[in-house]
């Protein structure tokens, strides 16, 4: 079989790495192409050059190896919209995706998350707690966590489980073909991706593939809020409403309650007793670059958020540490624009008198710059985080917070939120 895998990616267990390599074992003739260069994916790269049945078309994608391909595996970053996933259609070719793949395979039970803000967290939190139940031979964790499902699809036994974080783009994928994991949880819906889906209606029936390919004896968990009410009359499935209970975390966030009582629901369906629940969400430390506290020194505290993409992220680690009249908190903020709207950050800045903003260049400059202008935020401009680092020296005082949590992508100044991240601890451990 021919197989084009459109959209290589950079991650080394990515969806698009992880495909190509799945098919190239199988003997199929591949060709993995990408709009980056051999050079920016030169470790991707080296991990199937040792396949002779592997071939490379990077930095484009060529009409021709979609008229070639019998089989094409889109990536999470290929819109239905491109030109390429256009001609296919006319072509009537087959088109997948890495989830698609393995949910069609996979010969266990499947949970997946998805949801705008938390769903790492909850991911996270689920895997935890249902590994340290010791009722399943092995729990799995893969999806938009950076860990294709595919890269252990191989060693799933049919008494296992696996936890599959699950984004938009790659809920696009599953919904053409049909496909919704046996458990779904919706964590919540908020403004995001509006640079990639014309309404938020789009955005929302691309995450509503969760559950809308669902059989009658499947489970979908939803927040209780009434915004959901609309989706709980459309399941095919067993609905589960789900509200926010006090639990004992170790994280800091009152959104982290939230993603816990998802995770303990989840559990307790699956017939985890209540002290399991509790001790393991207890015990559970967090995700990296999520409110991660990376360091203290000289008395300042750094706490790297990068994933904080949107301005409901930022808003809600602000929201993480109340102010205190005996500190300050400075803010990282700003970047690349996903067609957002910064006007509830900046009604909670314009309370919050205890926090000092640092903005990044980036397309969001603009838009960002006229509502604060407007509503009389101080702020300061810099280029990238070395001159922010430098200003930091001046300004901060024992105590204080040094808070990367951008609300923005990151494309322009780094490769992806994770980058950024690395680059901020980078400076962080040469602070003195």
């Known amino acids: 079989m021919n197989v084009l895998i459109l959209g290589l990616g950079q991650y ?6 992880a495909a190509a390599l799945h098919f190239a074992k199988a003997g199929d003739q591949v060709i993995a192409t990408d709009l980056k260069t051999e050079a920016q994916l030169a470790d991707n790269v080296k991990q199937l050059s040792r396949f002779k049945n592997v071939r490379f078309k990077l930095g484009k994608h060529d009409p021709k190896d979609i008229a070639w391909a019998h089989l094409i595996v889109r990536g999470p970053s290929v819109r239905d919209s491109s030109k390429e996933m256009k001609l296919a259609r006319k072509l009537g070719k087959s088109v997948t995706s890495d989830l698609a793949l393995f949910l069609e395979a996979c010969p266990c039970l499947v949970i997946g998350i998805t949801g705008t803000r938390g769903k790492s967290t909850t991911t996270a939190m689920i895997h935890e707690v249902l590994s340290a139940s010791k009722k399943w031979r092995k729990v799995w964790l893969g999806g938009n966590i950076l860990i294709s499902p595919l890269t252990f699809l191989a060693q799933v036994k049919s008494k296992d489980l696996v936890v599959l974080e699950m984004s938009s783009f790659q ?8 496909i919704s994991p046996h458990i779904a949880v919706w964590t919540n819906l908020m403004c995001d991706h509006l640079n990639m889906y014309p309404s938020m209606a789009e955005y929302a029936e691309a995450k509503a593939q969760i559950f809308r390919h669902q059989d009658a004896d499947d489970v979908v968990f939803f927040p209780a809020d009434k915004s959901f009410n609309v989706y709980t009359k459309e399941a095919p499935s067993e609905v589960v409403r789900v509200k926010k209970s006090s639990i004992v975390l170790s994280i800091p966030g009152e959104h982290n309650q939230m993603n816990a009582s998802f995770a303990a629901a989840v559990a307790k369906e699956l017939g985890v007793s209540a002290s399991k629940i509790k001790s393991a969400l207890k015990a559970f430390k967090g995700l990296p670059n999520r409110i991660e506290t990376i360091a203290t020194k000289g008395g300042l505290t750094f706490v790297n958020d ?24 400075h803010l990282i903020f700003g970047g690349a624009d996903k067609e957002l709207d910064f006007t509830e950050v900046t009604k909670l800045l314009k309370k919050r008198k205890d926090v000092g903003v640092y903005l990044l260049a980036g397309t969001a400059h603009k838009k960002i710059e006229i509502q604060f202008k407007k509503s009389g935020i101080h702020y300061a401009d810099f280029e990238n985080f070395d001159a922010v680092f430098s200003k930091l020296k001046e300004m901060t005082e024992k105590g204080d917070i040094v808070l990367l949590s951008p609300g923005c992508a990151s494309f322009g100044l780094f490769k992806n939120e994770f980058h950024r991240g690395e680059e901020f601890v980078k400076l962080v451990k040469k602070w003195k």
């Open 171 to 178: 809920l696009e994928g599953t919904g053409d073909a049909g």
């Open 12 to 17: 080394p267990k990515g969806s698009g790495v």
């Open 306 to 329: 990068t994933t904080a993409t949107t301005p409901d992220g930022t808003i809600a680690a602000l929201n993480s540490y109340p102010a205190k009249n005996d500190r300050l908190i």
